[in-house]
């Protein structure tokens, strides 16, 4: 194997790591997009999304009607959260809703951990062993699976939002509530959506991972770390963005963790510190992102 | 319970009480590893050490308004340099407290520059990924830090001269720690830079108009409170004479987050409140389940943004509002509440924190919200 097929087989699993960072992503930035909240607790409403995927499934249900019911049911517990726990606290300071969604996150982790304990759960994985062979770079069919995946939850939003008289509505909630509600849109119904489509999107993600780190409380706590870095890298108001810097995060881990002695595969998690700091030092808006220029 | 003062409201009378109240608790403080099992005071020291990280953390979250979910990498800190120290080169305990101290705050200070440029939101991050990075760094950095297996070092040893079981110095320890830090968290918030750390809480641009130099205050803000959370590490490394990088997970880090959020965000008492509670609520409800811990804080936490934002600090003082009057009693004893001011004998002291959680079942007043 050449040095040049050994870098791209690293970046092709970069890239597979790199979808499911970009899915959670996308979630963070829908929600940040609808209501400017970062929701900490994004990764455990996905890690307990797939825990329901999982129950299914053990409980017998083939897995292609478990995903959808899932989905459904992460759906409609967003658009709960978002009723109960995140409306009254809306207005407030950025801190209380930062601190909101952190107390989220210790619950639903907790809740996870209550009902289903703390041991590790084999989740089963639905993409065929072997994968193709492309110029002596090996794709698994997981990998292929997972872009795939991610790559249609994109269009399917992409034609939501720009295709629908919904994601209209939408679009002009994220853009001026204030001139949305004034021009009838009921704006917490919207919101209520976005995050019920951000659980959703989320869940997706939950469930591409869970065969690769297996199922348990903490399984997305690294994984949101990964997903804030392409967050940030893309800009927290760009799903463009957040997609792009997922995949550049995946890669960019991948490659660190093989080719940097220092990092090794222990010490991963240090590079979406580093691209985060880099990237609020150098471009705080992000790639993609647009730079708030605010009258204070 | 004791004295019956008939004539309240004079002013004779409230400072004879006060005073009073304040011996009172003294007296509860230094009587209580006399009183208690070893365990229990084992348990108070853990209490006045959390205290001291969660008065640094206050620093920021309540009196500063940024935003840190990764205090407990600040802990950490403190508590390896101490470990180190001791360890490699055998200097003396004491001699580990200022190094940690400078040693954090530096760090403090090399975080708060870009934390200076970061709106809240991004030094919640920041400092998020700077408290998972930690453990496994800790790790790699085997040949000083000990690796996964950690470092056992000596515990604080009672000097013979005392006469004291080694609980119980170094419950007086953490307390003289724990004491000056309190003090001095309190004496910096009415100092020049406390208040325009307030000011920059209230509002950044009004606070830059009258002056206030934003980036210096943020900056120092996190580095005094990355401080706070060293010297409770290093004292930490002292009472447990262990440190291991699981220790320190981004949990700490949360936990002590979720506790200043229960105990009373920018409240002087507040960390005291909060640090029992981050001692006492898991060992508690650990005995339930594994879980029961994060969803008794996971809850608490979303409950007290919504209903008190104050926490129990404040819901004390409320709670004293209105059951003052009705008693006409030395109840304010109660809402001094040091944790270990449980006096050895004293028959009002169901379990600090269930009178104020309570009570505002039957207080009204939600309007002295802020």
């Known amino acids: 194997m050449s040095a040049v097929t050994e870098v791209l087989q690293q970046v092709v699993e970069g890239v597979g790591s790199g979808a499911v960072y970009a899915s959670l992503a996308l979630a963070l930035v829908l929600i940040h997009r609808f209501t400017g909240i970062v929701n900490f607790a994004q990764g455990e409403l996905a890690m307990i999304s797939t825990y329901v995927a999982w129950q299914l499934v053990a409980s017998g249900m083939p897995f292609w009607l478990a995903l959808p019911v899932t989905l459904a049911v992460s759906f409609a517990g967003g658009m709960l959260i978002e009723r109960l726990v995140i409306r009254p606290v809306q207005a407030a300071p950025e801190l209380t809703t930062v601190i909101v969604t952190v107390g989220l996150f210790i619950f639903v982790n907790a809740m996870a951990g209550l009902i289903w304990s703390f041991t590790v759960k084999d989740f089963p994985q639905q993409f065929p062993d072997g994968g193709i062979d492309l110029a002596g770079v090996r794709v698994d069919w997981s990998t292929l699976g997972i872009i795939a995946v991610v790559a249609v939850v994109m269009g399917l939003l992409y034609l939501l939002f720009q295709h629908t008289s919904i994601g209209l509505m939408m679009r002009a909630v994220a853009c001026n509530p204030a001139s949305a509600r004034l021009s009838g849109i009921r704006v917490g119904r919207v919101l209520m959506l976005g995050w019920g489509l951000a659980a959703t999107v989320g869940a997706v993600s939950g469930v591409l991972v869970a065969p690769v780190l297996f199922l348990e409380p903490n399984m997305m706590g690294g994984v949101l770390i990964y997903a804030f870095a392409a967050a940030t890298l893309g800009g927290f108001d760009s799903p463009v963005g957040a997609v792009v810097g997922g995949l550049l995060v995946g890669v960019a881990e991948t490659l660190a963790g093989a080719y940097v002695d220092v990092i090794g595969a222990d010490l991963k998690v240090g590079v979406p510190l580093v691209i985060i700091l880099a990237v609020l030092l150098v471009r705080p808006q992000g790639l993609f992102g647009r730079a708030a220029v605010e009258r204070a | ?370």
């Open chain 2, 1 to 370: 319970m004791s004295m019956n003062v008939a004539t309240l409201g004079t002013d004779r009378a409230r400072r004879l009480r006060a005073a009073l109240t304040a011996l009172l608790a003294v007296a509860a403080v230094v009587g209580a590893p006399f009183y208690f099992a070893p365990f229990q005071v084992f348990q108070l020291t853990m209490v006045l050490l959390y205290a001291v990280a969660l008065a640094g953390l206050n620093l920021l979250v309540g009196f500063g308004g940024q935003i840190s979910l990764g205090h407990g990498a600040f802990f950490a800190a403190g508590a390896y340099t101490a470990a180190v120290m001791l360890d490699r080169y055998d200097t003396g305990h004491l001699a580990t407290l200022p190094v940690a101290a400078a040693g954090c705050f530096l760090l403090g200070l090399g975080f708060g520059v870009p934390a200076l440029r970061l709106r809240g939101l991004y030094l919640a991050l920041v400092t998020l990924s700077f408290a998972v990075f930690l453990p496994p760094l800790l790790k790699r950095l085997e040949p000083v830090t000990g690796g996964s297996m950690g470092l056992t070092v000596d515990k604080l040893q009672p000097p013979a001269w005392s006469g004291l079981a080694e609980d119980q110095w170094m419950y007086f320890v953490v307390l003289a720690v724990a004491t000056v830090a309190l003090l001095l968290a309190r004496n910096l918030l009415r100092s020049r830079v406390g208040r325009a750390l307030l000011a920059v809480r209230d509002n950044e641009s009004a606070a830059e108009v009258m002056g206030v130099r934003l980036s210096l205050h943020k900056t120092l803000a996190f580095a005094w409170s990355a401080m706070f959370a060293g010297v409770a590490g290093c004292v930490y490394t002292w009472v447990i004479g262990f440190v291991s990088p699981d220790s320190f997970s981004f949990v700490l880090s949360i936990t002590l987050l979720a506790g200043l959020v229960v105990g009373g965000l920018a409240s002087l008492y507040g960390p005291l409140l909060g640090a029992a509670f981050v001692m006492y609520v898991p060992s508690v409800a650990q005995d339930i389940s594994e879980a029961a811990p994060g969803v008794v804080f996971g809850l608490l936490i979303i409950a007290v943004m919504f209903v008190a934002p104050t926490g129990l600090a404040g819901l004390a003082g409320r709670v004293r509002g209105v059951i003052t009057p009705l008693l006409t009693r030395t109840k304010p004893s109660a809402a001094v509440r040091t944790p270990e001011s449980e006096p050895p004998s004293a028959p009002p002291a169901p379990a600090e924190t269930a009178p104020a959680d309570a009570e505002p079942v039957g207080a009204p007043p939600r309007t002295e919200k802020e």
